[in-house]
């Protein structure tokens, strides 16, 4: 594998009981890029997730990460070595403070890389990153708040902030636009960029407005199956893809 492509995955596939969610889909995502998976609901995308992130066993198919083959290992150890899917590492907890939850999840960061002493200094640089953190999303007003009683976009950014301080190589984020208002998706998007900067972001994301603008490339699934991929511009003016959307004949 070229060592342009963080991820690479061919043949991937996913049987349910004789029914394919995903199926033989080749997927190389290219390193320090925002690369999004789109299609129709239904289309496999969320099973591409849990394929990647070896949630779900995949019934055929190899993944290769950081040229290494993982498709048979397990979620933590590819968790581990970088490859970060948000909402199902880093789940928020409620009752800890969101100053406190980004710590737990520097910590967590700190025993991966097998650093664990803890001196002083260690204890003054986590409190340091994890403020420095929680400053990037706009959070500090809400540093001692419990994470529980945050408004559900706030909640989304912490939950994006408690990933990246994992420092992932490569963040999965399935549809983290999903549910915002519209005054939202700026910010947002904005915070997806950031924690975009020296790493790789694969996205599911419906909003077409929100790919227009963070995406570099976009691979567009059907019913399991690659349609098609390129620029936003290249799928966005594909009549398959156009089709695909419209669910029917293209208005012909
Ligand atoms: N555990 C499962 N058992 C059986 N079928 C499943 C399972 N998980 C997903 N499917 C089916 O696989 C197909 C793809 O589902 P998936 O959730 O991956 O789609 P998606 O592209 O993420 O859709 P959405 O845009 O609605 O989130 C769907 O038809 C779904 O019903
Ligand atoms: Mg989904």
Wanted: include cysteine; proline fraction near 3%; aromatic fraction near 6%.
């Amino acid at each position: 594998m070229s060592a342009d492509y963080i991820l690479e995955a061919t043949g991937l596939t996913k049987q349910f009981r004789g029914f394919y969610a995903v199926k033989d889909v080749d997927l190389r995502v290219r390193r320090h890029s925002i690369h999004a998976l789109i299609g129709p609901n239904g289309a496999g995308k969320t099973t591409c997730f849990n394929l990647l992130t070896t949630f779900l066993p995949a019934s055929a198919g190899t993944i290769t990460f950081n040229g290494r083959r993982i498709e048979r290992s397990d979620p933590a150890t590819v968790a581990r070595r970088g490859l970060v899917r948000s909402f199902q590492i880093s789940a928020v907890f409620g009752h800890m403070t969101v100053l406190e939850n980004v710590r737990v999840a520097l910590q967590r960061k700190t025993r991966w890389s097998h650093t664990f002493w803890r001196s002083e200094r260690v204890l003054q640089d986590l409190e340091r990153k994890a403020r420095d953190l929680v400053a990037s999303v706009g959070l500090s007003p809400w540093e001692h708040t419990l994470a529980g009683e945050l408004s559900y976009g706030r909640k989304r950014a912490l939950e994006l902030v408690t990933t990246v301080a994992l420092e992932p190589e490569l963040i999965l984020l399935d549809e983290p636009m999903a549910g915002l208002g519209h005054e939202d998706i700026e910010p947002a998007m904005q915070l997806i960029k950031e924690a975009a900067k020296g790493r790789t972001v694969l996205m599911v994301e419906h909003n077409m407005k929100v790919i227009a603008h963070l995406c570099d490339h976009v691979t567009v699934l059907q019913s399991g199956s690659v349609l098609a991929e390129g620029s936003y511009e290249q799928v966005a003016t594909d009549p398959r893809v156009q089709v695909a959307y419209m669910g029917g004949d293209g208005g012909h």
